[in-house]
């Protein structure tokens, strides 16, 4: 999602609605970063990264959705993956040679970074322009420090930077479709979260576990052997609430690994999915949705509107106390709910985050728009069989304040 133009095209002669499939034509792509490539100047190819547009070859993944292709590592390499990155057309096309998929997408790092974040794990190396004329084999962490600038010293989440995320030539076509039968529509939504927060997957039920009991003593390694008893009930209580979160339609949780100047900074995040069908009558989900919300605002809510390219979401604000379940009926709360309407209007996410810090209101909205403005939609075509990344749940969608999470656990006991 974002407000901001589609800038996947630096000529500005492509036509985002026709697929790209690749056509040695030497002035797409970026000209900079061919010039830093064939000087072997990191520096400028970092700038060119930043600046410019980058050549991605894509494939279809089954369900007519795009996907960045990476292809496998060298051999000996302790991972299974290579991302390879192109300064032109010209020099995708020697690389892929006589290979049947051709398809391409120019990408910045608004979504470029993201998905290396994202996926690094299983990345062994960034390589650009492998097949010459004079590649480039570069780190994860380094592509990261070269896609991301540093971060003003008022920022030390590196997150407010305010461009958003670019659209794609290949999802603005799909979301061109929403409106016709047969026609893509939003199967799921795809949090991409840099590397300090931490992820649980709420439908993974081992795995879940296992991420919990990461976080809990990632948090508590501080406190030693006698925080024993504190991992185990910690533990207790975050799957208590990550089953209620799933049984509720959440999907992922995520906590905000991020030490602050004086305690650790405390912001969960929940991700659901309601899969509604068709509309009824003339409102939307959405503006049914909002239409309740607005009716139960209190005197210190705030519930506004924005209309993106991808679609419109609703922002609710909204302060409240902790739970008596864990004695924080005296913990001030504050809520912010993002309600977004998926492509095709039958579905809608919720991403509702929760946090304690309520005195630095705007600092925390700031991280949470960021958040928003990182997810992509994940676009498929309806049919009997379509895989859903998501795994909607069916019912009604309830604007109605669930009982957040706690704050993640800190040695700081914020």
Request: charged share 25%; glycine share 10%; net charge negative.
């Amino acid at each position: 999602m974002t407000e901001t133009t589609p800038q996947d095209d630096p000529t500005g002669t492509r036509d985002p609605r026709v697929p790209a499939t690749v056509n040695p034509q030497s002035d797409v792509g970026s000209p900079a970063l061919a010039l830093a490539l064939a000087a072997g100047d990191r520096t400028a190819v970092g700038e060119a990264l930043r600046e410019d547009a980058v050549v991605v070859p894509i494939f279809d993944r089954g369900d007519g959705t795009p996907q960045v292709q990476a292809f496998p590592a060298p051999e000996g390499s302790t991972k299974p993956y290579q991302l390879c990155l192109f300064s032109t057309t010209q020099t995708l096309g020697d690389f892929l040679g006589d290979a049947p998929d051709r398809a391409f997408s120019l990408r910045r790092r608004e979504s470029l970074a993201p998905f290396i974040t994202r996926h690094g794990e299983a990345l062994e190396q960034v390589v650009i322009d492998p097949a010459g004329p004079s590649p480039m084999t570069l780190g994860v962490a380094e592509t990261l420090a070269l896609l991301d600038p540093q971060p003003p010293a008022d920022d030390p989440t590196g997150l407010f930077d305010e461009t958003g995320a670019g659209i794609s030539g290949e999802a603005l076509h799909a979301l061109g479709t929403v409106e016709e039968p047969g026609g893509y529509r939003g199967i799921g939504i795809e949090l991409n979260l840099p590397d300090h927060w931490a992820i649980i997957e709420l439908d993974e039920p081992e795995q879940r576990e296992r991420q919990i009991r990461e976080i809990v003593k990632q948090q508590t390694a501080k406190l030693g052997d006698r925080s024993a008893p504190l991992r185990r009930d910690l533990r207790q209580k975050m799957i208590e609430v990550a089953d209620k979160a799933e049984a509720a339609g959440g999907k992922v949780m995520a906590y905000l690994l991020l030490p602050g100047q004086e305690a650790t900074l405390a912001l969960n995040a929940t991700l659901y999915w309601h899969d509604l069908g068709p509309e009824e009558g003339s409102s939307s989900h959405l503006q049914r949705i909002q239409d309740r919300l607005g009716a139960n605002l209190g005197p210190d809510d705030a519930l506004t509107r924005t209309e993106t390219l991808s679609g419109p979401f609703l922002r609710h604000i909204r302060l409240t106390h902790g739970s008596e379940e864990v004695g924080g009926q005296d913990v001030p709360l504050l809520l912010i709910d993002y309600w977004a309407e998926a492509p095709g209007k039958q579905s809608v996410a919720r991403l509702a985050f929760s946090t304690p810090h309520v005195g630095i209101r705007d600092e925390m909205l700031r991280l949470t728009d960021k958040v928003l403005f990182s997810t992509e939609w994940i676009l498929g075509q309806p049919s009997e069989n379509t895989p859903t990344d998501a795994a909607p749940e069916t019912g009604p969608a309830d604007p109605s304040p669930a009982t957040p999470p706690p704050p993640a656990p800190s040695p700081a006991g914020v």
